[in-house]
């Protein structure tokens, strides 16, 4: 049907309904304009893949600090909750439990800054998400360096103890108790029956021996702890490098030169600078003395409890350990052990200490004041 001017008085009226009121184009014009839409449509779907990848990829690599250096059983979602409850009620007391998971939450923004304010902006289901993907590289994290540990613990063992026969590196069914080298480092100081997490084994102990009437005395000291350390944060070669008293070189600085040199050959970056550790913490060395644990015991998948061993109370003891000393005195002690430690494990480095205070009286500084302060008195001479 085709349209025309109606003459009638009145001018022009409504068209017929069903009539089309389209202006003829080129099927080829039409056709290349549908293409270019579906053509946009499909970018915009591949940046947004693009976009939830890399979301994705960054949780992920963001996770893998949570169980090296904030916690290594409780949920994520756990020290979220317990945080909330705690601005929701600020007068009700709290558990020992309650408090670890506080504490652990004060860890996480402290490795993770940008998380306490994610959660705030994120909803329900976007948090839940990120929490998933957190935990997912978490883990993860703790999957390899267990099976790193897996290997080394054992060479190590055979190295320091000469075993006969030599501890097997590939197979755990032949550790744990059933060999005299291994029982001799996890055993009980205090029983010959029960192992358990009440009790310090002797392998964290300085040269692996323990002083009944100073318990403190040389624990968390141990060469097999430090060697397990620098495996997992540094590297598994400088594991070997632990003689001393922390008077090697820096070795993250090493490790961004060795980086800034290297033109074509690819330098791997270690794990404390990946993840930004400059000094040694206490959940750090709570980690490490758990993957070693399991790596001398004869259980091949990773658990909370292995027989009458529970690896979380045995964790949340070497942290409170260091985090909750019964004084200032013994305060003191545990901040000289983590300086003993930090030297020992990434050697000497004072760059922390230079506060501008101290700065502003070192002689780059006082030059700078010298030259001005001559400036000034031939000014006011003139």
């Not at 490790?255 to 800034?260: F, L, P, S, W």
């Amino acid at each position: 049907m085709t349209l025309s001017v109606d003459d009638s008085a009145g001018g022009s009226s409504a068209p017929p309904t069903g009539v089309s009121l389209c202006v003829p184009t080129s099927p080829h014009a039409r056709a290349k304009r549908q293409i270019a839409t579906l053509m946009e449509e499909v970018e915009t779907l591949k940046q947004d893949k693009a976009i939830k990848h890399r979301k994705t990829t960054y949780y992920i690599s963001q996770g893998r600090a949570i169980r090296r250096m904030v916690v290594l059983y409780s949920p994520i979602e756990d020290l979220v909750a317990e945080n909330d409850r705690r601005c929701e009620d600020t007068d009700s007391d709290s558990s020992t439990e309650q408090d670890h998971l506080q504490r652990g939450y004060i860890e996480l923004t402290k490795s993770l800054p940008w998380i306490h304010e994610k959660l705030a902006t994120l909803d329900h289901e976007e948090s839940e998400e990120m929490l998933r993907k957190l935990k997912r590289g978490a883990d993860s994290a703790r999957g390899d360096d267990t099976g790193t540990l897996k290997d080394l613990v054992a060479s190590w063992v055979n190295i320091q103890c000469s075993p006969i026969p030599l501890v097997r590196t590939d197979d755990k069914h032949h550790r744990g108790f059933v060999n005299d080298a291994i029982r001799a480092g996890i055993r009980d100081r205090t029983t010959s029956f029960i192992v358990s997490e009440n009790s310090w084994p002797i392998f964290m102990y300085e040269n692996y021996e323990a002083d009944a009437k100073n318990l403190e005395c040389g624990l968390m000291k141990s060469k097999l702890l430090i060697m397990g350390f620098k495996a997992i944060f540094t590297s598994p070669s400088s594991a070997n490098e632990v003689d001393g008293d922390g008077d090697g070189a820096d070795i993250i600085e090493n490790c961004r030169r060795a980086r800034r040199r290297s033109d074509q050959a690819k330098v791997k970056t270690c794990v404390a600078s990946i993840i930004g550790m400059r000094k040694v913490t206490p959940r750090a060395i709570a980690y490490v003395a758990c993957q070693i644990r399991f790596a001398l015991s004869n259980i091949t998948s990773w658990r909370t409890v292995d027989g009458d061993f529970d690896y979380q109370i045995f964790w949340n003891n070497i942290v409170d350990f260091f985090e909750d000393p019964p004084g200032p005195a013994a305060r003191s002690r545990m901040n000289q052990l983590l300086e003993w430690w930090t030297r020992k494990v990434f050697g000497r480095n004072h760059r922390q200490d230079l506060t501008p205070d101290v700065v502003s009286k070192m002689s780059v500084s006082a030059l700078a004041s010298q030259r001005q302060q001559m400036e000034d008195a031939i000014f006011d001479s003139d």
